[in-house]
C-alpha cells in the first residue's frame, strides 16, 4: 500500500487521505513539509491566519526496522517569529507511529469556526475530534499525562502549552519522550502558535496495527544501515561512552567556552567565567551523585543508538527534566549570566511545560537583563519570567514573543537575531563558519540549518587560519544542502558527525534512503537534493517579502569588539549574496 | 608561567579534579621549549589527546570532518603528525580536551 496524506481541516472538521501527489513523492521529512508549505501556503498570508497550515512529516526512513536514530517529526508552516518557511524537528514518539500509520504526511489547515480547542485522535481507523475544554490551560506535563490515562496503548502526543494556546511567536510544538514527558519539541520559530491557532491543543497519534512502513529493497535498506550504524558506533562522538553519550550536546560548553565563542550576557563576551558550572561533565557529575531517577545516555525515542539525551535528577534524585541540553543551558545559563544547573533545569522544565523554545526564552530573558528589568544572573527573577508568561500579564505576553519584540518594548539595540529569530550558543563573531549560516539560512538564525562551527585557528609557526572569508559561503551553502537533505531522512542530525568523518557512513546514510524509498539516491546526490529543498524554501522567502538585504548579521556586532579574541564580524555583504545566488525562478 | 587547563578524563592530571571548577596545572616556562616536550615534562600522554586550544584558538584537533565535502581542516597532515613543535611561552595558555571530548567538528 502506497503512503497517504492525510488531511485534517479544521474549518469544515472534514478529513481526507489522498495518494502522494507524483510531485511529492520523492520527498519526506523537512523535504515534504517545505514542499507542501511552498504549493500550498500563500507566502504573504498571516501565519495565525486561516491561510496557513501545520505540515508535520516524519522522514524517509522513519518508523523502518531499526534503522538507528531514525525517529524525527518535521513540522513545518509559515514561522510567525521569523515570517519566512519554517521547519523544525523534533524526536519523541510521533515520527515513527504516524509513520507506521502510513502516513506520509499530516496536514493541519483551517480554522474552527466556533471558538473551541480540539484533541485529534489519529489512530488506524481515522481521525476523531474530541473537545479539548479540560486541556485548556494546562501545561505539557499534564496534558500528556491526561492523554496517556484516556486513551490506550502508550501514544505518541502532540502538543502546546499555554505559550500557544496564546498564539505566543516562540511558542513550539510539543512531542512526549519515552517516558511520557514533554521534553522533545520542534522548539523554534512558534509553530506552536500555528497549531494554536487551527484551535488544536493536542494530537493523539496510535499506530497499532497500522500497516507499518514499505521496505523497497530490503538488501540495500539493510547494507546502508550497515554502514551507517558502523560509522556511528566508531566515532569517538557518537560510539558508546562517546562525547554524546556520556555528556550530551552539553560536551560542547567547555569546549565552545574554550574557544572564545560561547555568546554571554546577551551576546557581549565570548567567554562565561561560570562556564563549568553548566557544563556536560558538571551534569554527568550531578547525575552520578545524586542518583535516582537522574541519567544521561538517554534515548528520545526507541531505537536511538547514539543516546544523547538526559534526566536531570532533583536534589531528592526524582527527575525534574529531561533534556539538559548544550543550547539550553548556554541560553538560560551563560547568556543570562546565571551559573546553577538547578535553576537552569527549572527553567527548562517551564519551558516544556508552558511549550516555548529554549533558546529564544533565554535570549529574551537576557534582553530583559540588558534592559535593566532583571539584573544578569539574577536566577529568581529570570525564574519567574515564567509565571508571567503561564498568567499571560503583558509583560509575559511581551516575553512569549521573543527576543525582538522584547528589545523593543525595552528599547535594548543589542539584538541578536537574523530574520527575527535569535541566535544559539555560538558566537558568530568568533565562529565565523557559523555567522555566515545564521545570515543566510533560510530559517533566522539557526545552527543546525548548517553546522560549520570552524572557530579561531591559532596561527602558530607562521600557518594561518586556512579558510578565508569567501570560502566559507561555499562551505556554508553545502552544508545547509547536506543539513536539508539529513532533516528529510528522519535521522537525527547528530548522525552528521560520523558519516561526515567517515565517507562509508555518508554512503550509508544514502543507501538506506533508497533501500527504504526504492529512489535513486547515492551519496553523490546528497548535496544536489539538498539544494532542492533549500530552492522551494528560498523562492517561498522571496515571494514573503525577503530579499538578500535580510540576509545580515545585526549591526552591533559589525562595530562591537568580542572579548577574548576582540573580533568583530567582518563578512562582506557580497560574499554573504553569493550563498543563494544560484536560486533562481524556474 | 605557563596555565595548562584540563578537560573531561584529563582533569585527573591536575591538583582539583572537579568538573565544576577549573582543573590546571601551572608551571614555569623554560625558554624554547615545545609543546611536545612540555607534555612530555608534565607527563601527559599524548594519546589521550583530542583538541589542543593555545590562548583560545585552536591550535589541533584529531577529527576529520568532512574532508570529502572540502571542509576547513585544522592542519593538512592527519593526527598522526601533530605539530606539537610549537613554541609555548610564559604566559600563555593551554586547553586541553581528551577523547571523551571530541565534540568539536573541525
Ligand atoms: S542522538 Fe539525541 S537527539 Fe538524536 S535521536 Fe538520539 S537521543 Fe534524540
Known amino acids: 500500500m502506497g503512503k497517504k496524506i492525510l488531511r485534517i481541516n479544521m474549518s469544515d472538521m472534514q478529513t481526507s487521505y489522498e495518494d502522494v501527489p507524483e510531485k511529492w513523492a520523492r520527498w519526506a521529512g523537512r523535504g515534504l513539509t517545505s514542499a507542501i508549505t511552498y504549493d500550498e501556503v500563500d507566502p504573504t498570508c498571516h501565519p495565525l491566519g486561516p491561510n496557513n497550515k501545520v505540515v508535520i512529516a516524519p522522514g524517509w526512513v522513519t518508523g523502518s526496522p531499526a534503522a538507528p536514530s531514525s525517529g524525527r517529526t518535521s513540522f513545518g508552516g509559515k514561522s510567525p517569529l521569523t515570517g519566512t518557511i519554517k521547519e523544525a524537528n523534533s524526536g519523541g514518539l510521533s515520527g515513527q507511529k504516524i509513520a507506521k500509520l502510513g502516513l506520509a504526511a499530516i496536514i493541519l489547515e483551517g480554522v474552527p469556526k466556533k471558538d473551541k480547542w480540539y484533541t485529534l485522535v489519529i489512530n488506524k481507523d481515522g481521525v476523531e475530534f474530541e473537545d479539548a475544554s479540560g486541556l485548556i490551560g494546562k501545561g505539557m506535563y499534564d496534558v500528556d499525562e491526561i492523554l496517556w490515562e484516556q486513551y490506550p496503548n502508550e501514544p505518541a502526543v502532540i502538543g502546546i502549552g499555554q505559550a500557544g494556546e496564546m498564539k505566543l511567536s516562540n511558542a513550539g510544538i510539543s512531542v512526549n519522550d519515552p517516558e511520557n514527558k514533554p521534553g522533545r519539541y520542534a522548539g523554534r520559530g512558534g509553530m506552536g502558535a500555528v497549531m494554536g491557532a487551527r484551535g488544536v491543543k493536542a494530537i493523539v497519534v496510535d499506530d497499532t496495527d497500522g500497516p507499518g512502513v514499505d521496505i523497497a529493497d530490503a538488501d540495500l535498506f539493510k547494507q546502508g544501515r550497515r554502514k551507517l550504524t558502523k560509522a556511528i558506533g566508531k566515532h569517538d562522538l557518537t560510539k558508546k561512552d562517546g562525547g554524546l553519550n556520556a555528556f550530551g550536546t552539553n560536551v560542547l560548553m567547555n569546549i565552545i567556552n574554550e574557544a572564545g565563542g560561547l555568546p554571554t550576557r546577551n551576546f557581549s563576551a565570548g567567554q562565561f567565567e561560570g562556564a563549568a558550572l553548566n557544563s556536560g561533565e558538571k551534569v554527568a557529575e550531578i547525575v552520578e551523585e545524586r542518583g535516582g531517577e537522574g541519567m544521561t545516555g538517554h534515548s528520545c525515542h526507541p531505537g536511538c543508538i547514539i543516546q544523547c539525551s538526559n534526566i536531570y535528577p532533583d536534589e531528592d534524585g526524582s527527575a525534574l527534566v529531561s533534556c539538559l541540553e548544550y543550547e539550553t543551558a548556554w541560553a538560560l545559563g551563560a547568556n543570562c549570566g546565571i551559573d546553577d544547573l538547578d535553576y537552569i533545569a527549572k527553567m527548562t522544565r517551564e519551558c516544556n511545560d508552558l511549550g516555548v523554545d529554549t533558546i529564544e526564552a533565554g535570549n529574551t530573558i537576557a534582553i530583559a537583563m540588558e534592559a535593566g528589568v532583571l539584573e544578569f544572573g539574577d536566577k529568581e527573577g529570570a525564574l519567574k519570567t515564567f509565571d508571567e508568561i503561564r498568567e499571560g500579564t503583558p509583560l509575559g505576553r511581551i516575553y512569549g514573543q521573543g527576543v525582538e519584540a522584547t528589545a523593543k518594548a525595552f528599547g535594548v539595540h543589542r539584538v541578536p537575531t537574523v530574520k527575527g529569530q535569535s541566535m544559539p550558543a555560538y558566537e558568530p563573531r568568533a565562529i565565523k563558519g557559523i555567522g555566515v549560516t545564521y545570515a543566510t539560512t533560510t530559517m533566522g538564525a539557526d545552527h543546525t540549518s548548517g553546522y560549520t562551527i570552524a572557530p579561531e585557528i591559532a596561527g602558530v609557526g607562521g600557518k594561518v587560519d586556512p579558510l578565508a572569508d569567501e570560502d566559507k559561503d561555499a562551505l556554508s551553502l553545502t552544508f545547509q544542502a547536506a543539513t536539508a537533505f539529513i532533516d528529510s531522512t528522519g535521522y537525527c542530525l547528530f548522525i552528521a558527525f560520523p558519516i561526515l568523518d567517515i565517507e562509508e557512513g555518508w554512503a550509508g546514510m544514502a543507501e538506506s534512503v533508497a533501500g527504504v524509498t526504492g529512489l535513486d539516491i547515492t551519496g553523490d546526490d546528497v548535496i544536489e537534493i539538498g539544494k532542492e529543498v533549500l530552492k522551494m524554501e528560498r523562492l517561498f522567502n522571496k515571494a514573503a517579502g525577503f530579499t538578500p538585504a535580510d540576509d545580515r548579521l545585526p549591526e552591533f556586532m559589525r562595530y562591537e569588539e568580542l572579548p577574548p579574541h576582540n573580533v568583530k564580524w567582518t563578512m562582506a555583504d557580497e560574499d554573504l549574496d553569493e550563498v543563494y545566488a544560484w536560486v533562481q525562478e524556474d | ?106
Open chain 2, 1 to 106: 608561567m605557563i596555565s595548562i587547563y584540563l578537560y573531561g578524563k584529563l582533569r585527573r592530571y591536575a591538583p582539583d579534579s572537579r568538573p565544576s571548577g577549573n582543573s590546571v596545572i601551572e608551571v614555569e616556562a623554560i625558554e624554547d621549549e615545545t609543546l611536545q616536550m612540555l607534555l612530555d615534562r608534565v607527563g601527559i600522554d599524548i594519546e589521550e589527546l583530542y583538541t589542543i586550544f593555545i590562548n583560545h584558538k585552536l591550535l589541533t584537533s584529531r577529527t576529520k570532518y568532512a574532508r570529502f565535502l572540502g571542509y576547513q581542516q585544522v592542519r593538512d597532515d592527519t593526527c598522526q603528525s601533530w605539530d606539537l613543535n610549537v613554541v609555548i611561552k610564559d604566559g600563555d595558555r593551554l586547553g586541553l580536551f581528551g577523547r571523551d571530548m571530541s565534540g568539536l567538528v573541525v
